[in-house]
Structure formats: structure tokens, C-alpha cells
């Protein structure tokens, strides 16, 4: 195993799959569900897709337990991509519940219509009709007549593409889905939807999220707005984070709707996302609006990232005493120079017009310094 990673690390493959086949046959070897991986992703890396199929399928017969196993099916979903095997992706994306066990029961005579009419039966005797029927189900088709079994499938159909059961696994759902949504969106992004809504697992919500932010589809874009509103806080971050970078020309009022509807956390990525698009416009509605101080200065000081010089001055009057020094942090940011002299000459309060000195030091431009040096 150690000369097989080695030869991994510097890509010699083929070095690499002789010292693992090796290791996967030895008895004694403690990592064999390890070698197992390995063998596939180098016979995969080498373009023996058939090979590493079939190591996969013999990760999976030997070793079910095992977490290397994870990793394994998510290669094979990596080759079904290569090969485009869309029946092999739904699989992964839509996995199969096992029937109940009551659908399995034995169903009472009244229910069994096919036995009437089986064609080829003929008509009891009258001394034996009053006999009790047996209570083992009689086979639709008489065996005599009956179809012959199909084929077995190929031995790679059988044993490779077929997945086995297994506990769901969301995380790989999601990467078949992403391989699904461009050519099948009508069936994919409802899943992806219900997926980022569902409440008991956030961190498989937020990944569904990136998954239909990365569609150009614009329901799916419909559907990253609609879990920004409805979904779990955290998967509503995500959400947001990923509507701050659509180009849509309506993003902007998108934003503030989830802006309204949402918690103190949700409303402060909101307000990231406006300042990353340098909505300035918006972010002075939230910073003449917001009740939460929290959030009201996190809009300000994010105004003057977003270069909103003039929107800065015109609410240094209008905002409340604890968001005044927010605001001088804003200056800063929007290197507005000549209002923090302004404030540093003029503001009635003597603790602001230190602030304001602080904050021009800070700054440091020639003018600031000009204005210091002159004030000693």
C-alpha cells in the first residue's frame, strides 16, 4: 500500500495498480477496501472503465460496510457521467423504496380474479366443487404454458450498474441530479427543491441550493428565491448568498422580499449580497428602514463599501446615536475624505469629533494628514 500511494502521488498509475492488486488479494493486508478504491480510481485515471466497474461491484460484494465504499460510488457516478448513462444517474437520484411487507402477503381467494380466468383450466368436477379452496395461491399462467425466463443479464449489468441496497445517500443524489438538470430540468429541479426544503438535514439542503444556482434555467432560479423564503436559516443563507449572484435585472426586489420575511442572519446576508452587487440604492432603504441595530449598521458600513458617498452623508443626520460611529466607519471604507473632516471640524459632539480624527489617521490619504498636522 505504501509503494502504491507513492506511485499515486506522483500519477504513475499503472505502477500504482499492480501494487494494489496486489494488496486487494492478500489475506493479511488489513486496508484491502482501501486497495479496492484505489485499484478503481487508478484503473478508471488509465481509461479501463470496464476494470474499475468491476472493482467497484467487488468493493461493494466484499466490503459493504465499508466508508471507503462511499467514495467508490461516487467514482461510479463519475463514470456514468463519462459514459453518459442517464438510466444509471436516475438510479442514484432516484432510488427505490422496498415494498412493504403487507404488499408481499398472500392475497384472500375473493381477490384472486386471475384465477377464474385462467384460459387453459377446465371446469371441476360437480362432486368437487364444494371443497374448500387450497390456500396457496393458484399461478396465473398454468406452468405447463408458462413463459420461459428471460436471460440473465451480462455479467457488467448484473454486477456493476445494478446498485445494491443500500442506506440513502443524499449527497450522491445531488451530484446525479447536478449530471441530470440540464437535459431533464422538468424532473430535476422539483427534486433539488424538495431536497434544499426539507428541514432535517441543512447541509444537504445548502448543497441542492448550489446545485440549482448553478443552472441557467430560470425555474430553477425561481426555485433558489422560493427556499431563500421557505427553507430551513441556514439553507436560506445559502440561498441568498447564491441570489446575489444572478444577473436577473429583478434580483435586486427578489432580495428584499426575502429581506422582510427573514431572520436578523438572513437579513445581514442579504445585505452582503446587495453590497456585492453595489446596490446602493437598496442598502440606504435598509439603513433608513432597519429597527435592528445589528443589521442597520451592518447596511451602512457595507453602503461605504459599495462607494455610496452620498447616501453616507445624507444619513449621518438621520441615523440613531448608536449607529453613528458605524457610519464614520463607513466614511472610511468610502475613503470619503472631506466629510470626516467635516465631521472632525463641526459635529456638536466632542466624542464624534475625535472619532472622526481617529478615523482620518486611519485613513491617512494626503489631505487627512494635512488637515491633522494644521488641527495640532
Given at each position: 500500500?505504501?509503494?502504491?500511494?507513492?506511485?499515486?502521488?506522483?500519477?504513475?498509475?499503472?505502477?500504482?495498480?499492480?501494487?494494489l492488486?496486489?494488496?486487494?488479494d492478500?489475506?493479511?493486508?488489513?486496508?484491502?477496501?482501501?486497495?479496492?478504491?484505489?485499484?478503481?480510481?487508478?484503473?478508471?485515471?488509465?481509461?479501463e472503465?470496464?476494470?474499475?466497474?468491476?472493482?467497484?461491484?467487488?468493493?461493494?460484494?466484499?466490503?459493504?460496510?465499508s466508508?471507503w465504499?462511499?467514495?467508490?460510488?461516487?467514482?461510479?457516478?463519475?463514470?456514468?457521467?463519462?459514459?453518459?448513462?442517464?438510466?444509471?444517474?436516475?438510479?442514484?437520484?432516484t432510488?427505490?423504496?422496498?415494498p412493504?411487507?403487507?404488499?408481499?402477503?398472500?392475497?384472500?381467494?375473493?381477490?384472486a380474479p386471475?384465477?377464474?380466468?385462467?384460459?387453459?383450466?377446465?371446469?371441476p368436477?360437480?362432486?368437487?366443487?364444494?371443497?374448500?379452496?387450497?390456500?396457496?395461491?393458484t399461478?396465473?399462467?398454468?406452468?405447463?404454458?408458462?413463459?420461459?425466463?428471460?436471460?440473465?443479464?451480462?455479467?457488467?449489468?448484473r454486477?456493476?450498474?445494478?446498485?445494491?441496497?443500500a442506506?440513502?445517500d443524499?449527497?450522491?443524489?445531488?451530484?446525479?441530479?447536478?449530471s441530470?438538470?440540464q437535459?431533464?430540468?422538468?424532473?430535476?429541479?422539483?427534486?433539488?427543491?424538495?431536497?434544499?426544503?426539507?428541514?432535517?438535514?441543512?447541509?444537504d439542503?445548502?448543497?441542492?441550493?448550489?446545485?440549482?444556482?448553478?443552472?441557467?434555467?430560470?425555474?430553477?432560479?425561481?426555485?433558489?428565491?422560493?427556499?431563500?423564503?421557505?427553507?430551513?436559516?441556514?439553507?436560506?443563507?445559502?440561498?441568498?448568498k447564491?441570489?446575489?449572484?444572478?444577473?436577473?435585472?429583478?434580483?435586486?426586489?427578489?432580495?428584499?422580499?426575502v429581506?422582510?420575511?427573514?431572520?436578523?442572519?438572513?437579513?445581514?446576508?442579504?445585505?452582503?449580497?446587495?453590497?456585492?452587487?453595489?446596490?446602493?440604492?437598496?442598502?440606504?432603504?435598509?439603513?433608513?428602514?432597519?429597527?435592528?441595530?445589528?443589521?442597520?449598521?451592518?447596511?451602512?458600513?457595507?453602503?461605504?463599501?459599495a462607494?455610496?458617498?452620498?447616501?453616507?452623508?445624507?444619513?449621518?443626520?438621520?441615523?440613531?446615536?448608536?449607529?453613528?460611529?458605524?457610519?464614520?466607519?463607513?466614511?472610511?471604507?468610502?475613503?470619503?475624505?472631506?466629510?470626516?473632516?467635516?465631521?472632525?471640524?463641526?459635529?456638536?459632539?466632542?466624542?464624534?469629533?475625535?472619532?472622526?480624527?481617529?478615523?482620518?489617521?486611519?485613513?491617512?490619504?494626503?489631505?487627512?494628514?494635512?488637515f491633522?498636522?494644521?488641527a495640532?
Amino acid at each position: 500500500m505504501a509503494r502504491a500511494k507513492d506511485a499515486i502521488a506522483d500519477e504513475h498509475w499503472v505502477s500504482a495498480i499492480g501494487e494494489l492488486k496486489a494488496a486487494a488479494d492478500d489475506p493479511k493486508e488489513p486496508n484491502r477496501a482501501e486497495a479496492l478504491f484505489w485499484l478503481a480510481h487508478c484503473q478508471n485515471q488509465t481509461g479501463e472503465q470496464v476494470a474499475a466497474l468491476e472493482t467497484i461491484a467487488r468493493l461493494q460484494r466484499e466490503f459493504p460496510s465499508s466508508p471507503w465504499l462511499r467514495f467508490a460510488q461516487s467514482l461510479r457516478l463519475e463514470i456514468a457521467q463519462k459514459l453518459n448513462r442517464d438510466d444509471v444517474l436516475w438510479q442514484i437520484a432516484t432510488p427505490r423504496t422496498p415494498p412493504p411487507t403487507a404488499a408481499l402477503a398472500i392475497p384472500p381467494p375473493a381477490a384472486a380474479p386471475a384465477v377464474a380466468a385462467a384460459p387453459a383450466a377446465p371446469p371441476p368436477p360437480a362432486g368437487l366443487a364444494a371443497l374448500p379452496r387450497s390456500p396457496l395461491p393458484t399461478p396465473a399462467v398454468p406452468p405447463a404454458v408458462a413463459a420461459p425466463a428471460p436471460p440473465a443479464p451480462p455479467a457488467l449489468e448484473r454486477n456493476v450498474w445494478v446498485l445494491a441496497p443500500a442506506p440513502p445517500d443524499t449527497n450522491l443524489r445531488i451530484q446525479a441530479l447536478g449530471s441530470l438538470i440540464q437535459t431533464h430540468p422538468d424532473r430535476v429541479i422539483p427534486l433539488l427543491k424538495e431536497i434544499a426544503l426539507d428541514p432535517s438535514s441543512p447541509g444537504d439542503g445548502r448543497r441542492a441550493v448550489f446545485v440549482l444556482a448553478q443552472s441557467a434555467n430560470p425555474q430553477a432560479q425561481l426555485s433558489v428565491v422560493e427556499v431563500a423564503m421557505r427553507a430551513s436559516e441556514p439553507v436560506r443563507v445559502e440561498a441568498v448568498k447564491e441570489m446575489g449572484r444572478f444577473a436577473s435585472p429583478v434580483v435586486a426586489s427578489e432580495l428584499l422580499e426575502v429581506y422582510q420575511a427573514g431572520t436578523p442572519r438572513v437579513k445581514r446576508e442579504v445585505v452582503a449580497s446587495l453590497g456585492d452587487r453595489a446596490d446602493r440604492p437598496a442598502l440606504l432603504r435598509i439603513a433608513q428602514s432597519e429597527s435592528d441595530s445589528t443589521v442597520r449598521n451592518t447596511a451602512i458600513v457595507t453602503l461605504g463599501r459599495a462607494g455610496g458617498r452620498d447616501e453616507l452623508r445624507m444619513l449621518y443626520s438621520r441615523v440613531p446615536a448608536d449607529s453613528r460611529r458605524a457610519l464614520l466607519a463607513a466614511l472610511v471604507n468610502a475613503r470619503d475624505e472631506d466629510e470626516l473632516i467635516r465631521i472632525a471640524q463641526s459635529d456638536p459632539d466632542p466624542a464624534m469629533r475625535d472619532e472622526a480624527r481617529a478615523n482620518l489617521r486611519l485613513l491617512g490619504t494626503p489631505k487627512a494628514m494635512a488637515f491633522l498636522n494644521k488641527a495640532r
